[in-house]
């Protein structure tokens, strides 16, 4: 019984307590922290809330010319006239790479350079043999499509 009592007693107290069950804005005023309270309308169901402004629209942007097959690519693989990407087993231990041939044109630093970016696009491992770069694994539609999308003229995949 004593616990109820005590509990009975401490909402008594808190009830007489200033400022019990009053809203945080009428304590700051009391203690002279918050600006005098200013009227507020009250919105009334008659009143309709402003209609957002319409959105400008904008014209559509002009459609880029289709591309012509007698144009060539545009990109750093663009001297490359046929890149080959196709897949091999024998010679590596048993491990499957994917060799990218024709990139002769761009000479030493220039198949180091794709490699380089292969190795980063694609997330593997791929080293320089010769003019040749050599993918870790089984990459040849992945190879082929970074291939097409920097800019190489023809890609073709072997097997």
């Known amino acids: 019984m004593a616990r109820k009592r005590d509990r009975d ?6 009830a007489e307590t200033p400022g019990f069950g009053s809203t945080l804005g009428d304590l ?24 957002p402004p319409a959105p400008a629209v904008a014209p559509p ?18 001297p ?9 087993r024998k010679g590596h231990g048993g491990k499957t790479v994917t060799r990218v041939e024709g990139l002769a044109a ?8 794709v490699a380089r ?6 997330g593997c491992g791929a080293t320089v043999e010769g003019d040749d770069v050599l993918v870790q694994g089984d ?7 970074w291939l097409e999308r920097e800019g190489a003229r023809k890609v073709v995949r072997g097997t």
């Open 80 to 88: 490359c006239a046929k890149v080959v990407a196709r897949r091999e």
């Open 117 to 122: 970016r292969l190795r980063k696009a694609l």
């Open 106 to 113: 761009l000479g030493a630093a220039g198949v180091d350079d």
């Open 9 to 14: 007693e401490g909402r008594k107290n808190a």
């Open 61 to 78: 942007p002009p459609k880029a010319a289709p591309a012509s097959a007698s144009r060539a690519p545009e990109g750093p693989l663009s």
């Open 139 to 145: 990459q040849v539609d992945r190879v082929a499509e």
């Open 28 to 51: 700051l005023r009391a203690k002279g922290l918050a600006p005098p309270e200013a009227p507020v309308e009250a919105p009334t169901r008659e009143t309709a809330p402003p209609e």
